[in-house]
């Protein structure tokens, strides 16, 4: 979900000025008709009336009172050109726009007042730059609109309570967030969706972890971060079998998913009454120009892919150097049947990412500068040869190189062999009985994290057995 510190705008046109309106103020978008119905008056902005869900709205055009700047086509009947349903204070009222964008998240420290005039009969006082696009955008005071314009549709009285056994029919409008994804548009509830980034680097996550075998992580905001793949979500590739270059993130109840997207396309009010069959993620929805749209439901999203306990939030934040809050698999609301108190040593170290070992496992920690390494991967210990592996980000296996950067050799054994591990750093020592094991996925198929410290010192990192990789590498 996102931030209750940020502030959610949906980003519109109006000639040559980008506009930000804040999100739970707009109802939905629809089409301007070529030929609008006027609303004859001597002076004002009021353009037209449009008709929405059966009720009659005044429609209100901002150029016909403040100078917007040349828009890209001109005239009431423009090509492309849309109505905001806004809806403030029990009061209606549609905005001509020329065109949408993307639904914005602005930092309110970040807004600027530019006009201090206190005056009651202007509708821009601030503005704010929009990271994603660099846009600034001019904030409109939508219920001082509604009072400047002295026209819109009051809200019904309420309906009367229904007799006992009356069924209702489910109606439920909601903000969406259209995305193009694959060969599809999808919609994705707006409040879910938190940021749309270029996409990171990936790692395989794979079935092991309760995911589709095609399905990765990465590391975002220093949480772990799942990736779902179009194939789980039933989505076809794109017709020209592009790369999805954005990550869309999505947040639920303190989980996250990532979904790989082409673009950012709009925002859009849609009836959303129409679940999907039972089991399914998407239904089939049309907006108001007729074009399809995939509806996600979120709520079976996340109970569907397990893997978004990878990045439980929790009150401590984002942790550095790839670590996750202690939260992070707490399963907070499910069985805990996953978790238990470590009942032998790790050690937290620092390779492509932050990891931990069992202690048990590490026969000695040395300094890389002071290892007796031969340049061409390995290392003399006890007298014989021994293989080494880089561990380190962006390291394959040590090479020459090697033994001139800066780092520690943790020396693994098992059934006799012994292999060498170059890490970054090694951090910490978590004593038995002061963790918390956290599994994801199936006894024996999933991965294992170990959670440290409360509070705000709260951590985990994902458990590795180096012991197993040993038997492998010697």
């Not at 972890?209 to 220093?222: H, I, K, L, P, S």
């Not at 059934?415 to 009985?433: E, N, T």
């Not at 509070?455 to 057995?465: G, K, L, P």
Request: proline share 6%.
């Amino acid at each position: 979900m996102s931030s209750p510190s940020l502030l959610q705008l949906a980003q519109a046109a109006i000639g040559a000025v980008w506009v930000g309106i804040p999100a739970h103020c707009v109802v939905q978008a629809i089409t301007l008709p070529p030929t609008p119905v006027l609303l004859p008056r001597r002076q004002g902005a009021l353009l037209a009336v449009a008709d929405h869900d059966g009720r009659l709205v005044p429609v209100v055009d901002l150029a016909r009172w403040v100078d917007m700047g040349a828009a890209a086509h001109a005239g009431g009947a423009a090509s492309g050109a849309q109505v905001l349903i806004l809806h403030a204070a029990g009061r209606t009222i549609g905005l001509k726009v020329d065109r949408l964008g993307a639904l914005a998240e602005v930092a309110p420290g970040d807004i600027a007042r530019l006009h201090h005039d206190e005056r009651d009969d202007e509708v821009f006082q601030c503005a704010v730059r929009e990271s994603a696009s660099g846009r600034t955008l001019s904030l409109l005071e939508v219920e001082r609109l509604v009072r400047l314009v002295d026209a819109w549709h009051q809200d019904a009285a309420p309906a009367p309570a229904p007799s006992a056994g009356a069924v209702q029919a489910p109606s439920e409008v909601r903000l969406y967030a259209v995305l193009q994804a694959g060969a599809a548009r999808l919609a994705l509830a707006a409040g879910t969706l938190t940021e749309v980034l270029p996409m990171p680097q990936l790692k395989l996550l794979g079935a092991a972890a309760g995911g589709a075998a095609d399905n990765a992580y990465c590391t975002w905001r220093g949480r772990h971060l799942p990736v779902l793949s179009h194939a789980a979500l039933g989505l076809e590739t794109a017709p020209d079998g592009a790369a999805p270059p954005l990550l869309a993130v999505l947040e639920r109840d303190g989980l996250a998913l990532g979904l790989p997207v082409h673009a950012a396309l709009n925002l859009q009010a849609i009836e959303a009454s129409a679940l999907a069959p039972a089991g399914g993620l998407l239904s089939a929805v049309f907006d108001a120009d007729g074009a399809a749209l995939r509806l996600l439901d979120e709520a079976r999203l996340f109970a569907r892919f397990t893997e978004a306990e990878l990045s439980r939030e929790t009150d401590a934040g984002p942790r550095a150097g790839g670590a996750v809050g202690a939260g992070a698999l707490s399963g907070a609301g499910r069985p805990t049947g996953h978790r238990a108190t470590n009942a032998g040593a790790y050690i937290v170290f620092e390779g492509d990412g932050m990891y931990a070992a069992p202690i048990d496992t590490v026969e000695r920690i040395v300094s890389l500068r002071d290892a007796a390494t031969d340049g061409n991967g390995a290392m003399a210990w006890e007298g014989r040869p021994i293989p080494l592996r880089d561990l380190r980000a962006g390291a394959a296996d040590t090479g020459t190189g090697a033994a001139a950067a800066a780092g520690d050799v943790m020396v693994v054994r098992r059934d006799g062999a012994h292999v060498g591990y170059v890490v970054a750093r090694v951090h910490l020592l978590v004593p038995p009985g002061s963790g918390r094991i956290y599994r994801m996925g199936a006894a024996g198929a999933g991965w294992e994290f170990i959670a440290t410290g409360d509070d705000a010192a709260q951590a985990s990192y994902r458990i590795v057995d180096l012991a197993a990789l040993a038997a492998l590498a010697a």
